[in-house]
């Protein structure tokens, strides 16, 4: 139907006369669908690895179990940083919306700091378990474990990358709306890992150490 049969129907509401008559249809509506759809079927990945781990992990081979290797203390240190890194994320979010550059790099900073201490933890863990002989080949409960918490892990780093790469692309350009829909992007995602990660805390860890 071409806009001008559009706009002579008498049943046509203003709504439909401004989709019809608007030469951009705001693309950036149609990103952040097809990021909500990417999320999606990340959430649908880490479904299938929760019902792994759900499935496997009570299969010791004689080895240790959840509450003989986990050290929760260094475990909710870890979390209180990633959940942190949420936080500090969301007042860069603020920042983008007052149009303060420095203040959403600097924000970005800190979260970018965060979540690379997290990451650091999380491989002082693995190296330890290793190290002590219960790596991923030692049962199918630590082969579940290491699959699950290392594959967050390896999008938190991701998301570190993107980060970077969004702070010199807003330091050179500004937040121009290509980066401000991007920043929206990250921080879906970021959030995203967050979530992910108190389901692996609650899941693996919290239950990993009852009897």
Request: one cysteine or more.
């Amino acid at each position: 139907m071409s806009n001008s049969h559009a706009i002579q129907q008498p049943g046509a509401t203003s709504d439909e006369l401004n989709f019809f008559l608007k030469e951009d249809h705001h693309p950036q509506n149609g990103t952040l669908l097809g990021f909500w759809v990417y999320l999606m079927s990340d959430c649908l990945i880490f479904a299938c690895l929760f019902a792994c781990y759900g499935v496997l992990g009570r299969s010791y081979a004689g080895g240790p179990t959840g509450a003989e290797l986990f050290d929760l203390p260094l475990v909710a240190v870890n979390t209180s940083m990633l959940l942190l890194s949420s936080i500090t994320y969301g007042f860069a979010m603020i920042e983008m919306r007052k149009q303060r550059v420095g203040a959403v790099q600097a924000w970005l900073l800190i979260t970018g700091i965060l979540g690379a201490i997290f990451i650091g933890l999380e491989l002082y863990e693995f190296l330890h378990l290793i190290h002590e002989g219960n790596g991923p080949q030692r049962s199918a409960f630590l082969s579940s474990f290491f699959t699950l918490v290392a594959t967050h892990g390896l999008h938190v780093t991701f998301g570190i990358v993107w980060l970077i790469t969004l702070m010199i692309q807003v330091g050179k350009h500004g937040l121009i709306p290509e980066n401000r829909r991007r920043l929206m992007c990250l921080s879906m995602f970021w959030h995203f890992l967050d979530v992910v990660w108190i389901g692996v805390f609650t899941f693996v860890y919290l239950m990993g150490v009852l009897p």
